[in-house]
């Protein structure tokens, strides 16, 4: 296999577009988790939902667990950027674009994914959605942090 391209398993940051236009609609058009009426089964939510969620607080609750699914795969990118770097797999200048373009793609989730989450509507699933908000947005800081550090450490070795 290749291992020149770090990001050739990474999928582009997907569902950000359908959230904006979702968002635009009043609602979201992902994935329908079912409401309180219809029942929740077993696969369908988190195992950390201990009861029934309203519509909005489940749809919110799927959407947010699906920008946690795109940032372990930008997650896993970096990794594989600085793993190819470690391994003089991958040139300096190589890792600094494909760690540029996963850069990219953290900022656009984050813009127009995570900062566009509403909370402030939702009744019975309000506190644990902001609360996992702020987790995925902690961890999006920690991300750019660590692509900051890889960056400095690019820099670095082309000027050897």
């Not at 902001?130 to 450490?153: A, C, P, Q, W, Y």
């Amino acid at each position: 296999p290749d291992r020149g391209d770090p990001l050739r398993q990474v999928p582009p940051v997907s569902g950000i577009a359908s959230a904006m236009a979702a968002d635009e609609a009043g609602g979201c058009s992902s994935s329908r988790i079912p409401t309180k009426s219809e029942g929740v089964p077993p696969d369908a939510s988190p195992k950390s939902w201990d009861r029934l969620l309203s519509g909005r607080s489940a749809e919110m609750m799927a959407q947010l667990a699906g920008f946690n699914k795109q940032l372990d795969a930008l997650d896993e990118a970096i990794g594989n950027i600085e793993a190819s770097l470690n391994a003089n797999r991958l040139a300096p200048g190589q890792a600094r674009d494909s760690l540029a373009q996963v850069e990219a793609q953290l900022d656009k989730l984050q813009c127009h994914g995570l900062d566009s989450i509403d909370t402030f509507d939702l009744q019975s699933g309000k506190q644990e959605a902001k609360s996992r908000r702020k987790s995925l947005t902690n961890r999006g800081e920690v991300m750019h942090e660590r692509i900051e550090d890889l960056f400095v450490r690019i820099k670095e070795l082309l000027q050897k």
